[in-house]
């Protein structure tokens, strides 16, 4: 386990679960992910395997009840998030750590400009005053690709198309330059052509300001482009964390290997993908032992009954299963 | 004593009823869009001269009530939507339960008896100055207020639960500006809309009130030229209200559309 | 004619609301597009979002009838069809959305929404009870739940069951319009299986929508690339996968993700003008020319025809 002083964000044993009338819904079920300076790292996982609810818990945006953290830690730079007060975690929200969502006509304020999206943050965090903060916002438009600053500045988030209101977004998050930038499927709800601009970019950033990019999304594809390390989550477990070589051409965990075996392309004509039966539990009815035992092929009776816990097989590379290490 | 044939006869011809009714229709149309509503039966006065000597008092009566209401509901229902299930919430919520059920003149009639009579603080009737207005507007406003409140409400809390409220949040916002600058603006839209229009309700209700409050504005007009069965009053006042009110909501639609970026464009 | 599917000219205008603007801004949703599917194959047609892919499905199914162009099903010309007619032809055509939950009607079980389409074609109840039970084994529902509403079933269920309603009305021909864009990684895969044996089994074929190309490239026969209304490559899968020729077809296929970005080349902006603009502004010339890498003033002022350049490879390019 890398300790450092560069390790950015470090998430230990994070368990949170959301608590309805009936029943009880285990979102996370312990945790652990670290982020060094300047690194992207995937988070990768279906839908219902907790990756947005991890996303939510770092910034401090989990709704409260119903969610409810139940044990856990949250480290960036040294500081648990968990033990700060609202306030001070909105002191880190849009300066330290900045976030981009999934569909930007919905994320972007359909009441106001682009400009006014951007100095505000600017004039809150930083304490700049209104004229220089439009000079930066026009900088930082320019920055992310958009060539027509001026224009954009003036404009309402309707008026643009889905490429530039996701550029707008990113500069919206990350006008403080902070050293971490959340990325919620940034690029699922765009063309395949917008979708690669949108990662270049999003490389360019981490590139020129070192900035950590923790990147979500179900799409392997995708992550492939942009991570360095990618962590594989399922069911409210980290399953499977390597370096993105480690991951694709060697992957441990059963789930991983069949996953990359699912997807399609054109290599794959003619065979029969090797799809993985059944569905991703819900979180409110998760197997015991480990959680993927019913779909899993290579399946044990030991499988049943505990939780793999994380096998360290050098190199970083991790994977909770009770068969890696045997093969 | 009846009157005599004679006399029914010269009476028609001035009126013109004698004339088959759909020329006296097309007649009447025509007079319309020359603002010439005739005259009253009874004073002989142009219609449209009584209406716009009263109707100064009724709108004012109409547009104090819509600003209490507004004062009432708007903070009111925006507050019960950010602090869900507090103090404020419950209280805005009984309110509106409450000024839903009671009748404008009931209220009125109230407070006439506790600060008209009772205490004499306000005028029990009459015209002329403000503090005549104060009692029939609040009747007025309160019960509208309920409707608007709720509008409110549930307005602020749709927005609330919009996704752009987390990308605000996201980027460390105050709680004040997230509810209070973010999604108040949308939130207002559709509710300005609604404020506005019921304007056009004020005015109806305010009928009501001036008889509570003995005001000598459209509403006595009216309701009097039914008793007397004054034609082309009534005729005049139905054609009257229909312009108003028609004018109101394209006001409204105008405001709406400079208001709403989205519709400004095209 | 003797091809199952054959497609000629088809064109789908979307005209522009309010008396003054119904002389100008027409939008060629979909713009002369002429292809032709082979019965037991699988045409995958690929585009980004606006290149008329879904107009076009609903057009060549007559849903929303074309503007203009010729469509022959299985040799007979839609267009001279009567109504009654058409209704009949239909069904032998069926067509899968791509959201499960507003293809279901949330108020009625599955059972009634699969009978459907058997009640019209007039079958006996026990009979139909078991051709329904038939179908849902058949796409992986089990029998036993055909009792319930669609929102006691996951997405992936939901899908399964819209594709056995389809095949209630036992169809030759499939339109398949994004039908496992929503659905998580591990399901597409199951969905997928799922459709190629059946276009085993029934002999089926199938116009494959999508905008992801490793899915098409992966499932198709024959490719069709599409762009702001009109087919700009066509080709067998190997073929195109091998040699794309059309530029846009090759930014396409850069823009797959898969270890590209390394190549360091600037992040371009795609230009400022709305896809219906566009659209309306390509008629004409070819409507790729302003983001095309090679494109040539030329190329903005006459259309590119289709021409053959190999084996059944179509291209509309001047510059190939």
Same mark, same amino acid.
């Given at each position: 386990m890398e300790t450092g002083e560069n390790q950015l964000l470090h998430i230990k044993d994070l368990d949170v679960s959301f608590e309805h009338e009936q029943s009880t819904a285990h979102a996370l079920r312990g945790i652990d992910l670290s982020l060094n300076a300047g690194e992207t790292h995937a988070l990768v996982g279906e839908s219902g395997s907790g990756k947005t609810v991890t996303s939510m818990c770092i910034m401090g945006l989990?709704? &409260? /009840? /119903?969610?409810? &953290?139940n044990g856990g830690e949250i480290y960036f730079k040294g500081r648990n998030l968990l033990t700060l007060s609202e306030t001070g975690r909105r002191k880190v929200r849009g300066k330290e750590i900045g976030m981009i969502f999934q569909e930007p006509s919905k994320y972007l304020? /359909?009441?106001?400009?682009i400009g006014e999206q951007i100095t505000e943050t600017l004039i809150l965090h930083l304490q700049v005053e209104r004229k220089k903060a439009t000079e930066q916002a026009l900088e930082l438009l320019s920055l992310v690709g958009l060539k027509e600053s001026k224009r954009i500045l003036k404009s309402y988030p309707h008026e643009l198309s889905g490429g530039m209101k996701q550029r707008a977004m990113i500069a919206m998050a990350i006008c403080c330059h902070p050293p971490l930038l959340i990325a919620d499927e940034p690029t699922t709800a765009l063309d395949v052509t917008l979708q690669l601009q949108i990662l270049r970019l999003l490389l360019r950033l981490n590139a020129t300001f070192s900035m950590g990019i923790l990147f979500i999304s179900h799409d392997l594809n995708v992550v492939k482009e942009i991570s360095d390390r990618i962590s594989v989550i399922y069911s409210g477990k980290i399953i499977e964390s390597a370096t993105k070589r480690q991951l694709f051409e060697n992957p441990k965990h059963p789930y991983t290997k069949l996953l990359l075996q699912s997807i399609p392309d054109a290599k794959k004509r003619g065979t029969r993908l090797k799809a993985i039966p059944g569905m991703v539990p819900d979180a409110e009815h998760i197997p015991a032992g480990c959680s993927f035992h019913p779909r899993c092929p290579t399946v044990e009776p030991g499988c049943k009954y505990e939780i793999p816990p994380a096998v360290d097989l050098g190199d970083g590379h991790k994977a909770a299963c009770y068969l890696t290490g045997k093969r | 004593m009846d009157a005599s044939e004679t006399d029914i006869e010269a009476i028609r011809t001035k009126l013109g009823t004698d004339r088959p009714i759909l020329t006296q229709y097309v007649q009447w149309i025509w007079k319309v869009f020359h603002f010439d509503f005739g005259r009253s039966m009874i004073s002989g006065q142009p219609v449209t001269e009584l209406i716009f000597e009263r109707f100064p008092l009724t709108l004012s009566l109409a547009l104090l009530g819509m600003v209490i209401s507004i004062i009432i509901a708007i903070p009111l229902g925006v507050i019960s939507a950010v602090k869900r299930w507090s103090f404020w919430d419950y209280l805005g919520m009984v309110f509106s339960q409450i000024g839903m059920a009671i009748p404008s003149f009931w209220l009125g009639i109230l407070l006439l008896l506790l600060l008209s009579v009772k205490v004499k603080l306000f005028p029990l009737f009459g015209s002329g100055t403000f503090k005549h207005l104060v009692l029939p507007s609040i009747s007025l406003g309160v019960a509208r207020a309920a409707v608007l409140l709720r509008m409110t409400r549930a307005s602020m809390l749709e927005e609330l639960s919009k996704e752009y409220v987390i990308t605000a949040k996201s980027k460390g916002l105050t709680e004040r500006m997230v509810n209070y600058k973010h999604a108040l603006k949308n939130a207002l839209l559709p509710v300005i809309t609604i404020a506005g229009i019921q304007l056009g309700y004020m005015l109806g209700g305010a009928i009501i009130i001036e008889q509570v409050f003995s005001l000598p504005g459209l509403g006595k007009l009216f309701l009097f030229g039914v008793y007397q069965r004054d034609f082309p009053l009534i005729q005049g006042g139905v054609i009257f209200v229909a312009f108003v009110f028609s004018f109101i909501n394209f006001t409204v639609d105008i405001l709406y559309s400079i208001l709403n970026p989205k519709i400004r464009i095209s | 004619m003797n091809r199952f599917i054959e497609i000629k000219e088809l064109v789908k205008l979307y005209y522009g609301h309010g008396f003054f603007n119904r002389m100008r801004s027409a939008v060629w949703a979909v713009d002369r597009v002429s292809f032709g599917i082979d019965r037991n194959t699988i045409f995958g047609l690929v585009g980004e979002s606006g290149c008329g892919k879904t107009s076009l499905a609903r057009s060549l199914l007559y849903l929303d009838p074309p503007t203009s162009g010729n469509v022959w099903y299985d040799g007979t010309l839609l267009g001279n069809l009567s109504t009654k007619e058409l209704r009949f032809l239909r069904k032998r055509m069926q067509i899968v959305f791509q959201d499960p939950d507003s293809a279901l009607n949330p108020k009625m079980r599955i059972q009634s929404s699969l009978a459907e389409g058997l009640i019209n074609r007039r079958f006996a109840h026990h009979e139909r009870t078991e051709r329904i039970n038939h179908l849902l084994d058949l796409v992986g529902i089990q029998p036993a739940h055909s009792q319930r509403y669609p929102h006691e079933f996951s997405g992936g269920q939901k899908q399964r069951i819209v594709i056995a309603r389809a095949l209630s009305m036992e169809p030759d021909f499939l339109v398949l319009d994004e039908p496992v864009s929503n659905l998580d990684v591990s399901i597409q895969a199951q969905i997928i299986n799922l459709l190629l044996d059946l276009k085993k089994e029934f002999s089926l074929t199938y116009l494959f929508i999508s905008h992801d190309l490793n899915l098409v490239a992966y499932l198709s026969d024959q490719i069709g690339v599409m762009y702001r209304g009109r087919l700009m490559e066509q080709a067998s899968a190997e073929e195109i996968m091998s040699h794309p020729c059309h530029p846009y077809t090759l930014r396409l296929f850069s823009s797959m993700p898969s270890e590209q970005t390394a190549t360091g080349e600037p992040d371009e902006i795609e230009p400022e003008v709305s896809k219906a603009e566009a659209i309306a502004v390509s008629h004409g010339t070819c409507p790729y020319a302003d983001q095309c890498a090679i494109g040539e003033q030329s190329c903005s002022e006459a259309e590119p025809e289709m021409k053959e350049i190999g084996q059944g490879h179509r291209v509309a390019c001047f510059k190939v």
């Open positions: 989990l709704s &409260v /009840p /119903p969610g409810k &953290v304020n /359909p009441a106001f400009k | - | -």
